[in-house]
Nanobody
Framework: QVQLVESGGGLVQAGGSLRLSCAAS????????MGWYRQAPGKQRELVAL???????NYADSVKGRFTISRDNAKNTMYLQMNSLKPEDTAVYYC????????????????WGQGTQVTVSS
C-alpha cells in the first residue's frame, strides 16, 4: 500500500506563488508516474501536471509556463511550484501515483492523497 500526503496549500493573491508537496510512504518501490490533479467546486477533477521517475513531464495547457512539477526520488517527494496564480486556479489539489507510465486519465491512478486547498483571491 502507498500513502500520499499533500501539503503547502493556502490562500494567495492573484499573481502570487505557492509550492505544493506530496510525500509518499509505504510500498513505493514500484511507483513510476506521479501527478497533480485539481478539482474546483462544481467541476470535474482535471489534470494539472504529470512526472515519471525519470523526470519526464506533461502539463495541462492551462498551467504551461506558470507551474513546474518536480520530484526528489531520494526523499520520495513530489512538488508543484505554482507561479503567476490566477483566481481560476482555485481548487483542491490532489497528488496521485501509479506503478505504470504516465497516463492523463485520473482513473488509471491507484493511489491518491487527501487533497490540499488552494485559494487565489482577485
Amino acid at each position: 500500500q502507498v500513502q500520499l500526503v499533500e501539503s503547502g496549500g493556502g490562500l494567495v493573491q492573484a499573481g502570487g506563488s505557492l509550492r505544493l508537496s506530496c510525500a509518499a510512504s509505504g510500498i513505493i518501490f514500484n511507483i513510476n508516474a506521479m501527478g497533480w490533479y485539481r478539482q474546483a467546486p462544481g467541476k470535474q477533477r482535471e489534470l494539472v501536471a504529470l512526472i515519471t521517475s525519470g523526470g519526464g513531464t506533461n502539463y495541462a495547457d492551462s498551467v504551461k509556463g506558470r507551474f513546474t512539477i518536480s520530484r526528489d526520488n531520494a526523499k520520495n517527494t513530489m512538488y508543484l511550484q505554482m507561479n503567476s496564480l490566477k483566481p481560476e486556479d482555485t481548487a483542491v489539489y490532489y497528488c496521485a501515483a501509479r506503478p505504470g507510465g504516465i497516463s492523463r486519465y485520473d482513473s488509471s491512478y491507484a493511489y491518491w492523497g487527501q487533497g490540499t486547498q488552494v485559494t487565489v483571491s482577485s
